[in-house]
């Protein structure tokens, strides 16, 4: 479970506490009271407010129920830039998953796109994905995954059908460039299996099932994929529907396999 909050608010102390209560209601309406085992939930923070949230994560982290950190897909910085450092520091040193997701609402909400707002619903939903990927660039070149070890984000608002060509192209550019960046001692895509998830969206991928398995061997989607609802969004689907066109063991792998390795699933229920 990954409860939103209400997008960045200017006044980042308010953002933080508001960020505290819907932990604490997460706990009191869904995850105490929760008899059957099956929920896990997410700690929100605020990353601007970095002390605020490395404070929140050391209060919650002992939590069973609590297995990663929650912030917004929106920021005026890249998550690979200094600032942020500390945030995932806390959340490497307790095993919690980043979970990074569109969080718009009642605040200041940044263009969606890197040249502003789209004027339809599906030009910002073609598009908002492409923001993960200047975190996820940043968080490569600026070197915070050769340095924190244990650190994994997880892009949980779709965009991983995009994932292959944006990441050849920085492959490319880091081979021809990377005298500017020594502290990045591999190809960038090699950095995704030991850091980076995504969460499956009702319209990512190849428009034709006929293509979705080999599209899914590119860059090695099929360990990087984990099935997410989306729910209540009305652009939920099923996951027999998300899974369409998929192998049995890439079918296994987006269903459950991924996110059970992920967050320590070991349970039935």
């Known amino acids: 479970m990954n409860p939103l909050t209400r997008g960045n608010i200017a006044d980042y102390l308010l953002n933080s506490r508001i960020c505290a209560a819907v932990n604490d209601w997460q706990l009191d309406r869904w995850l105490e009271p929760d008899t059957t085992n099956r929920f896990r939930g997410t700690i929100r923070v605020n990353p601007e407010d970095p002390r605020a949230a490395v404070a929140e994560i050391e209060r919650l982290a002992d939590h069973p129920k609590l297995v990663q950190v929650g912030v917004p897909m929106q920021s005026r910085e890249p998550y690979g830039k200094p600032m942020f450092e500390p945030i995932w520091e806390a959340a490497a040193a307790h095993g919690l998953p980043v979970a990074v997701h569109i969080n718009g609402g009642n605040g200041v909400d940044y263009a969606p796109t890197f040249a502003g707002h789209a004027h ?111 729910y209540p969004h009305w652009s939920t689907s099923a996951p027999e529907a998300a899974a369409d066109g998929l192998d049995t063991e890439q079918r296994e792998k987006m269903l459950w396999r991924n996110a059970s390795e992920l967050y320590g699933l070991k349970e039935r229920v």
């Open 120 to 230: 339809t619903y599906p030009g910002y939903a073609a598009f908002m994905p492409l923001n993960y990927f200047v975190h996820l660039a940043t968080l490569i070149v600026e070197g915070v995954f050769g340095r924190l070890a244990g650190l994994k984000f997880v892009f949980a608002d779709g965009g991983y059908d995009i994932l292959t060509p944006l990441m050849w192209r920085l492959d490319t550019f880091w081979l021809s460039m990377r005298d500017q960046t020594p502290w990045v001692d591999r190809y960038p895509s090699e950095y995704l299996p030991g850091h980076v998830r995504f969460c499956s969206s009702a319209f990512d991928g190849a428009p034709e099932p006929g293509q979705t398995q080999r599209w899914m061997d590119f860059t090695g989607k099929s360990d990087l994929l984990m099935y997410g609802s989306g």
